[in-house]
């Protein structure tokens, strides 16, 4: 429950934000000694270990949620925390230090990753989501996983081997390793519980509404564990792990969180009206507003990262205004004209940049030499 004093509310929000800074850097100083431990790329760690563990809270929040009947915080949580992870932990990140990204994520994880976002509208255009598409989404999660370790462990074999420095038969200490990461995960997700609990209690007694703190604080509370491990992560120079913890995370939100919910709901997950022509259309377009910057160069600069941050207090201030009429036409007017078409035609815009690029590499490539 809430603290129902003001003094209490900020004590535990400050006590949560405290944990949640100190539960990064033993999660990340984990997770990261387990990448080499297991032979796999920081970046395979950040899409997996790093980004599994920090979605705990949603988890928890949504499947919770769904079997208490609150079928509109498990939706509204997911999405709201998969677009708080773009726009903001990213934006803050790479506003932090320019964020470096990884060909596998250019060419796999991110369109794979706006392709997962569609299918939550795809699968709830019948309004909602059955058990048996809730196992095919979870089966989708346990694929991708086994997928990723396989296909990292395999690189790293061969680099070692082309480099002729096989892997070390010492003694290999993956019990402390893993006890260090579960420590810094359980800190994470008890951080993350008491700054929720402060900040919903400050809400509260400063008469803000519940469906605005369902909106914003509870979608952003339980993506604290990724702001918190993301922005450690940029500031020590792990980038890898930086945006591996945010499109891991998305990519397990909709594929586990969203398709467990819908396994474990008792007639599978209702999906609201206003979900379908609000909350998942941002979150697909959001999505899409990766492709340019990640595939237009190799690193998200600081103006991009600003760009994603003051896209995500607008949208937040849109969610405040708006609130109490998001199943109006001028609500859904609104949201496609401030909302999903700049980020589309940007997303266009960048797409096509890249592959006008990609057509002049071409062109220089087959003109013959000069001689």
Excluded: K
């Excluded at 369109?111 to 809730?134: A, F, T």
Aim: charged share 10%.
């Amino acid at each position: 429950m809430p603290p129902e004093s003001l003094g209490t509310a900020v004590l535990f929000l400050v006590a949560g934000l405290v944990a949640l800074t100190v539960g990064a850097e033993v999660f990340l100083r984990g997770a990261s000694r387990l990448a080499s431990l297991m032979g796999v790329s920081p970046l395979v760690i950040g899409l997996t270990v790093v980004a599994y563990g920090t979605s705990t809270p949603e988890l928890a929040v949504s499947v919770c949620s769904a079997a208490a009947g609150s079928v509109e915080l498990a939706i509204g949580n997911v999405v709201g925390s998969n677009i708080c992870n773009v726009l903001l932990i990213l934006g803050l990140s790479a506003l932090i230090a320019p964020l470096t990204v990884s060909r596998q994520l250019i060419r796999w994880e991110v369109p794979l990753m706006v392709g997962v976002s569609v299918l939550p509208l795809v699968m709830g255009l019948d309004g909602y989501i059955s058990r048996p598409e809730g196992l095919l989404l979870v089966g989708g999660c346990v694929l991708y996983t086994w997928w990723s370790v396989r296909q990292s462990r395999r690189e790293t074999l061969a680099a070692q081997e082309a480099n002729g420095t096989p892997p070390s038969p010492g003694r290999r200490p993956w019990r402390a390793q893993v006890a260090l990461t579960l420590i810094g995960l359980a800190v994470l997700t008890t951080g993350s519980y008491a700054a929720v609990q402060g900040a919903v209690g400050i809400a509260r007694l400063l008469g803000v509404g519940e469906l605005v703190i369902g909106l914003t604080i509870i979608a952003l509370g339980t993506s604290l564990p990724e702001l918190a491990t993301s922005l450690v992560a940029s500031i020590r120079g792990e980038r890898d792990i930086a945006v591996g913890n945010i499109v891991g995370s998305n990519l397990f939100n909709i594929l586990m969180v969203l398709g467990l919910t819908a396994a474990v709901a008792p007639h599978g997950l209702n999906v609201p009206a206003s979900a379908l022509t609000f909350d998942l259309p941002v979150m697909i377009a959001v999505a899409i507003s990766c492709l340019p910057i990640f595939l237009t160069g190799s690193i998200i600069s600081r103006w991009e990262g600003a760009f994603f941050l003051l896209y995500y207090i607008a949208y937040i201030v849109y969610l405040v205004i708006d609130s109490g009429q998001r199943t109006s036409t001028t609500a859904l007017d609104t949201v496609l004209i401030v909302f999903v078409v700049p980020m589309l035609v940007i997303a266009l815009l960048g797409v096509g940049h890249w592959l006008l690029r990609i057509h002049r590499t071409l062109r220089a490539d087959s003109q013959p030499p000069i001689v």
